[in-house]
């Protein structure tokens, strides 16, 4: 079994928010397609990063997915769906192996 994790930015890089919505639709693409989804909405992440020298800082919300088996394919096409919609160089995924207790 896998965890899929990814971020998803609160603004755009001009600072524009997205609306509620945008999130509301990642979830319901998610628990279609999977049957659930855990979507951390309320308590945004702060994230901080150098870019040419400048610390930059953004707000964003973490989605998590226990999937099986992981379709490689299927999560690259949906992330670059993503960093489209959501108008992002790249948006962060990643696969965890995970054990159910």
């Given at each position: 079994m896998h965890v899929i994790q990814f971020l998803l930015?609160?603004?755009d890089?001009?600072?524009r928010p997205f609306?509620?919505?945008d999130f509301e639709k990642v979830?319901?693409?998610?628990?279609?397609r999977y049957g659930g989804v855990t979507a951390f909405l309320q308590s945004p992440a702060t994230g901080a990063?150098?870019?040419e020298g400048?610390?930059?800082?953004?707000e964003m919300v973490l989605f998590e997915v226990m999937v099986e088996p992981l379709d490689r394919k299927w999560w690259s096409g949906y992330r670059a769906e993503l960093?489209?919609?959501f108008r992002q160089e790249r948006i962060v995924?990643?696969?965890?192996?995970a054990e159910t207790l």
């Open positions: 930015p609160l603004r890089n001009e600072q609306a509620r919505a979830r319901t693409e998610l628990t279609e990063w150098k870019e400048e610390t930059v800082r953004d960093e489209r919609r995924m990643r696969a965890l192996g």
